[in-house]
């Protein structure tokens, strides 16, 4: 059997059929399903790839703070980060082959056929673009027939748009016409962007849709050509929101939160801090110092407006979050809000790295960086109004979707359910 998965960055039920009642495509017929939680992207592709929640697999959202290194840790790329088996494992044990096109926590996995974004960054500033390939001409020869190489720019940042996805789906369909994997995994990432900037019921949103659907035709035609099944799934749903919800200043106002004052710039004093929170969009891990610190978080977060739930260490373990790299609280956001890191208020306090695109050194995702401010010129956005869409929760109206010619045993109900399915596929097709 040869099986190619299309992950669709942001691709939800409601949103989905909202695109003029678009329920099918080249035959597929979409139907609803319950995203993993927290629903973000590290999240939702490490429970795919195990068929397990983030209990197991230790993904709790897309980034984590180190409590070894006292560091946050956003973004990171090695498959290491994933613990479980693959449901793929038996499938290749038996010979056949499996690639991953820029899926995260990749890099050190044992797939055949592996391309991930993995820029150099220079001593004295700038990068050298590149990306991480195996075999290891592959993005050399993909470079080629292309035309052009993959411009991170466009992935990420407030240049980030449709040319992102354009540049993947090439990519796809040229290994899938001329060096197919058994197990293809590709992803599209430009939806997102869009969905975040405007909101889902925008018109440049649905105009993204309707590029990107362009590109689902594309690819499912040329997978067909060449003998794969297919399955298209949304791994989390996007929805409106008005208002940002800032857990760094209330923490902070409480006294919880330290900074460190360097040249007028407000930085984290993580290691000093008796808490603090590491968002993630509609999600914030808190990290407290101790029961005490943890209680006194406990309260200043449940007063803070736009926060629906705090998960504490029962409610974590129902959520599928008891795991190490989980925050001591887990926020949730109440529907039309979400979690922005700042923990100043005056611009001029503001730490340098608040101004650039900085998925690394912020501790939390910064949608913000899909917008460049006025000044300074190249510089990024801090407005939070300027966000219209997140994601994070589950539940009523953030249900994900898939789409699938495989004879599943069972429909599945959740992310979980479709994972745990196609592993049973692989595993009866390796036997």
């Known amino acids: 059997m040869k099986l190619l998965v299309i992950q ?61 290194f006292g560091k946050p840790y ?20 038996a010979g056949n082959t499996v ?81 197919p994997p058994d197990l293809l995994l590709t992803y599209l990432p430009h939806l997102d962007y869009e969905l975040q900037k405007s909101g889902p019921e925008s018109v440049r949103s649905g105009k993204a849709f309707a590029a990107l659907a362009g590109h689902l035709t594309e690819i499912l035609k040329a997978a067909r050509r060449a003998g794969y099944r297919v399955l298209v799934f949304g791994d989390y749903a996007i929805t409106g929101v008005d208002r940002a919800i800032h857990p760094n200043r209330a923490l902070r106002d409480a006294g919880l939160m330290a900074i460190r004052e360097i040249k007028g710039m407000h930085y984290p004093d993580l290691p000093g801090s008796a808490a603090f929170a590491m968002v ?23 007063a803070l407006p736009g926060v629906e739930r705090v998960l504490g260490a029962e409610e974590k373990r129902e959520a599928g979050l008891d795991h190490p790299r989980a925050g001591d609280l887990v926020l949730i956001a109440e529907p039309g809000a979400w979690f922005a890191y700042p923990w100043w208020t005056e611009k001029n306090h503001a730490p340098d790295y608040a101004a650039h695109v900085d998925i690394h050194n912020k501790p939390g995702y910064d949608p913000c960086e899909l917008f460049l401010a006025l000044w300074p010129p190249m510089s990024v956005s801090g407005d939070t109004t300027k966000i219209h869409g997140s994601h994070g929760r589950v539940g009523a109206g953030a249900q994900a979707t898939f789409a699938t010619d495989l004879d599943l045993d069972t429909p599945p109900g959740s992310l979980l359910d479709l994972a745990t399915g196609v592993g049973r596929i692989l595993d009866r097709s390796a036997s």
């Open 74 to 93: 956003f973004w990171e790329q090695a498959a290491s980060l994933v613990s479980g088996p693959r449901i793929w494992e038996s499938f290749r044990a």
């Open 99 to 179: 690639g991953q096109l820029f899926w995260q926590q990749s890099l050190g996995t044992d797939s055949d056929v592996l391309l991930s974004p993995a820029p150099i960054h220079k001593h004295h500033g700038g990068m050298i673009q590149d990306c991480y390939a195996r075999p290891a001409a592959l993005y050399r020869d993909l470079v080629t027939k292309i035309g052009r190489g993959f411009n991170l720019m466009h992935y990420w940042g407030p240049f980030a748009s449709g040319k992102s996805t354009t540049w993947i789906t090439e990519a796809t369909i040229e290994i899938i016409e001329n060096s």
């Open 8 to 68: 669709v960055a942001a691709l939800g039920y409601d949103f989905l059929t909202a695109q003029g009642g678009l329920k099918s495509l080249e035959g597929l017929t979409f139907r609803p399903m319950e995203p993993a939680f927290p629903a973000v992207t590290c999240t939702a592709q490490a429970t795919f790839r195990t068929a397990a929640t983030p209990d197991a697999h230790g993904m709790v959202g897309n980034g984590f703070f180190s409590r070894e």
């Open 280 to 302: 993630d969009h509609q999600v914030a891990h808190v990290i407290t110092q101790g029961e005490s610190s943890r209680d006194r978080a406990r309260e200043v977060l449940a």
